[in-house]
């Protein structure tokens, strides 16, 4: 094939001599540089390339990261992993020889994303992520994504859902908005960790967490220091009263004090609160069960407060109205779950974990889910976290009003408060903190 054949197929002569008379308009003192990005921007974006790697997440066991490919750039995604897993979420691969982490390996996911998904989706446009996501649950074929692996698929999505964004030129909150329909925006009300117990810490609290909301700050900006001076005034209650040894921290980064009672751990954190002189626009949120607790402390939100199966005292406590009664392993973030308690009046929030569901368009649809009911949504970090922020712009994108991401501390902890930092500020006047309205979004 000849240059001007060449030319002629790929309608170059014509690109580019728009490309040439844009240049001169703009009377740039870099016509090649002005030209080059403009060529870039006129070419529509197709994947070319996915590839994926095992990387260790926050608790140093393998996960999945992968990088999607554009003429755009390259975007990253990683697959969080939780310590609880349920026969209701979708399913890890991972490889199961005690031999190379304990079994924990995951190459088996990372070859099938670059072995299958990848050979499935280039090509593809990286803002279609309805069909993305549908392509690798097509190639999976099981109900759970039990062949593929769950950690496969989620960080294939989330990583092009980043395209996405890249191709549309649009913040990735804006991004994931548009995928949902979603026109408002809102920064979410931080659900900080301050003290882990049960399976997140080698304490005696039989609860997992107790949390604070700053649903009285005026932006999230105050929120994250309101969390941020009650964790270090919590440090100090606990070294006055246990000893620096009780400061350990569980694997939300919350503080691990060998307490003997969950009042014992309320306390703790009350007495910080009042330290910090935020007692009016502070509230307590926790993952466990009595009722009581609502009534001797500004206690607002409770995560499964009986066991996964408990449906009938689960939903008599809803109906007593003293709080938020978020469902998590009750609900497995699973849309027939989801519809059973909403038909029961069995909770009256869902808290969602991605990598329960696997793709981002499966998020978005049971975020509706929960909001058709009029739920409140708690878009939840995993105990095996990355550094990737994903989830901040998610719960923006989503306005879903309530985000839970662990303690104002530890990189793969803040990677996501800080990301809410950087959206409030790129909003500017157009920011909105949720505030007392968390439930209402």
């Not at 105050?222 to 941020?228: D, F, I, P, S």
């Not at 440090?235 to 006055?240: F, G, L, S």
Request: glycine share 8%.
């Amino acid at each position: 094939m000849s240059v001007q054949e060449y030319l002629d197929k790929h309608s170059l002569s014509r690109k580019i001599e728009d490309a040439v008379n844009a240049a001169v308009r703009a009377k740039t003192p870099d016509p090649v540089l002005f030209i080059s990005n403009h060529m870039r921007k006129s070419a529509s974006s197709a994947i070319s390339k996915v590839k994926a790697r095992q990387i260790l997440d926050s608790r140093g066991i393998p996960t999945v990261e992968v990088d999607l490919f554009t003429n755009k750039g390259i975007f990253r995604g990683a697959a969080p992993s939780g310590v609880s897993s349920g026969m209701y979420e979708a399913i890890e691969l991972r490889d199961g020889d005690k031999g190379t982490y304990l079994g924990n390996g995951v190459s088996r996911a990372v070859k099938n994303i670059n072995e299958k998904i990848s050979e499935a989706l280039i090509g593809m446009d990286p803002t279609l992520q309805a069909q993305i996501d549908q392509a690798m649950i097509d190639l999976d074929k099981t109900e759970k994504k039990g062949e593929l692996g769950v950690n496969a698929i989620l960080a294939v999505s989330i990583a092009a859902c980043k395209a996405g964004a890249a191709e549309k030129e649009v913040p990735l909150y804006k991004h994931i908005a548009d995928l949902a329909g979603k026109t408002n925006l809102n920064l979410p009300v931080p659900a900080f960790t301050l003290i882990n117990g049960g399976k997140y810490a080698g304490n005696s609290l039989a609860i997992q967490e107790i949390m604070i909301l700053p649903v009285g700050a005026r932006k999230f900006e105050e929120a994250l220091q309101m969390g941020a001076e009650t964790y270090h005034h919590l440090k100090a209650v606990i070294t006055e009263k246990y000893g620096a040894h009780g400061c350990n921290v569980g694997e939300d980064g919350g503080y691990a004090p060998n307490v003997s009672s969950i009042k014992e751990g309320l306390d703790l954190v009350k007495e910080a609160i009042g330290r910090t002189g935020y007692n009016d626009k502070i509230k307590i949120a926790i993952n466990a069960n009595a009722t009581e607790f609502c009534i001797e402390y500004p206690v607002v939100s409770i995560e499964d407060p009986f066991d996964k199966e408990d449906w009938e005292h689960v939903k008599y406590f809803s109906g007593l109205g003293i709080c938020q009664v978020v469902g998590d392993e009750l609900l497995m973030s699973n849309p027939k779950r989801i519809e059973r308690a909403v038909q029961e009046a069995a909770c009256n929030a869902l808290n969602l974990k991605v990598n329960q569901v696997g793709t981002v368009t499966e998020a978005i649809e049971v975020v509706k889910l929960a909001k058709d009911a009029h739920w409140g949504v708690v878009i939840s970090q995993r105990s095996g976290e990355t550094e990737d922020s994903f989830i901040a712009d998610l719960s923006v994108g989503l306005a879903t009003g309530q985000i839970k991401a662990g303690a104002p501390c530890r990189g793969e902890r803040l990677a996501k408060y800080n990301q809410l930092l950087r959206i409030e500020e790129e909003l500017g006047d157009l920011a909105v903190y949720v505030g007392d309205d968390w439930r209402a979004c």
